[in-house]
T-cell receptor, first 112, second 114 residues
């Protein structure tokens, strides 16, 4: 079945540094891909998504491109802020298209 | 601003007691998901419903957990009897199913079983 692997954290950066969080997937067919973010004490929030190959999702300065050739959906941001400190989850639709499969999450900590 | 709501936000109970968690999905959403999050296991999908019918509950311990949707505006997750290992944060999420796979999460119920 479909699966997703994301880099383990924690990732620790200084404010204004460049961020990359790697995510690769294994899938049958053409799943949609997602990044969710979870701030302390809250539920997951959709950050961005892409529904087909070569699509780029973007939001709040974050972006990720659906790369079918490398089965990847890496999350990037050019200049992180302290307020970006959170846990980031990569996800894709399951084979039936009825649910999402989440990665284990990557904790990002940004210091000023 | 439509949101998924969950009650209670926090619950402390003793081992053996029944626990009921409630979720109100976003109006118009036809798919509801229940997740459990712990430090050790991460985010686990327990069960999900579409149009109030269970689609998959293979992630749920059958002997003590049950999930239902009495109507389109309410989903419940029950644990009876509860055990200390059930301590976790339980999230409900809703979505529009085939039209959009995006899931919208509630704030969670933090459960502590003593």
């Amino acid at each position: 079945g479909n699966s997703v692997t994301q880099m383990e954290g924690p990732v620790t950066l200084s404010e204004e540094a460049f961020l990359t969080i790697n995510c690769t997937y294994t899938a049958t067919g053409y799943p949609s891909l997602f990044w969710y973010v979870q701030y302390p004490g809250e539920g997951l929030q959709l950050l961005l998504k892409a529904t087909k190959a070569d699509d780029k999702g973007s939001n709040k300065g974050f972006e990720a491109t659906y790369r079918k050739e490398t089965t990847s959906f890496h999350l990037e941001k050019g200049s992180v802020q302290v307020s970006d400190s959170a846990v980031y989850f990569c996800a894709l639709t399951n084979q039936a298209g009825t649910a999402l499969i989440f990665g284990k999450g990557t904790t990002l900590s940004v210091s000023s | 601003d439509a949101r998924v709501t969950q009650t209670p936000r926090d619950k402390v109970t003793e081992m053996g007691q029944e626990v009921t968690m409630r979720c109100q999905p976003i109006l118009g959403h036809n798919t509801v998901f229940w997740y459990r999050q712990t430090m050790m296991q991460g985010l686990e999908l327990l069960a999900y419903f579409r149009n109030r019918a269970p689609l998959d509950d293979s992630g749920m311990p059958k002997d003590r957990f049950s999930a239902e949707m009495p109507d389109a505006t309410l989903a419940t997750l029950k644990i009876q009897p509860s055990e200390p290992r059930d301590s976790a944060v339980y999230f409900c999420a809703s979505g529009m199913g085939d039209r959009d796979e995006t899931q919208y999460f509630g704030p969670g119920t933090r459960l502590l079983v003593l």
